[in-house]
C-alpha cells in the first residue's frame, strides 16, 4: 500500500526558502497525480499545487504563483515544493496527497501526516 512521507519544513524568516519532499514508499509514484495541501490554525485546507503523474499538467493556487513550484522526480518517486520568498501567511502544516483517478481536490487515496512551516516576520 503507498505511503506518503513529508519532509523539508522548518522556520525561516519572511523572504527565505524552502523546499519540501514527499517521499512514496510501498508503491511506486509515477502513476500518481500528487497535490499538496496546506492547513493553518483556524482556516481550511488549502489546496496549494498539483502536478500529474506525467508532470504534463502542473497548477499552483494564485496565492502562492511566482513564489511556490511543483516538480516530481519519478525515479526518486518524490514530488517536490520549492517555496521561495515565504510569507508569515505561508505558515502551516503542509500536507501532500496522492491519487490515479484524481482532480487535485481533497478526495486523495492517499495523504501524508504533514510537516509544519512557519514563518516570522
Known amino acids: 500500500q503507498l505511503r506518503l512521507d513529508e519532509s523539508g519544513g522548518g522556520s525561516e524568516q519572511s523572504g527565505g526558502s524552502l523546499r519540501l519532499s514527499c517521499a512514496a514508499s510501498?508503491?511506486?509514484?509515477?502513476?500518481?497525480?500528487v497535490a499538496w495541501f496546506r492547513q493553518a490554525p483556524g482556516k481550511e485546507r488549502e489546496g496549494v499545487a498539483c502536478?500529474?503523474?506525467?508532470?504534463?499538467?502542473?497548477n499552483h493556487a494564485d496565492s502562492v504563483k511566482g513564489r511556490f513550484t511543483v516538480s516530481r522526480d519519478n525515479g526518486k518517486n518524490t514530488v517536490y515544493l520549492q517555496m521561495n520568498n515565504l510569507r508569515p501567511e505561508d505558515t502551516a502544516i503542509y500536507l501532500c496527497?496522492?491519487?490515479?483517478?484524481?482532480?487535485?481536490?481533497?478526495?486523495?487515496?492517499?495523504w501524508g501526516h504533514g510537516t509544519q512551516v512557519t514563518v516570522s516576520s
Open positions: 496527497a496522492a491519487g490515479i483517478h484524481y482532480y487535485c481536490d481533497s478526495h486523495a487515496d492517499v
Open positions: 510501498g508503491g511506486t509514484l509515477r502513476e500518481y497525480t
Open positions: 502536478i500529474t503523474s506525467s508532470g504534463g499538467f502542473i
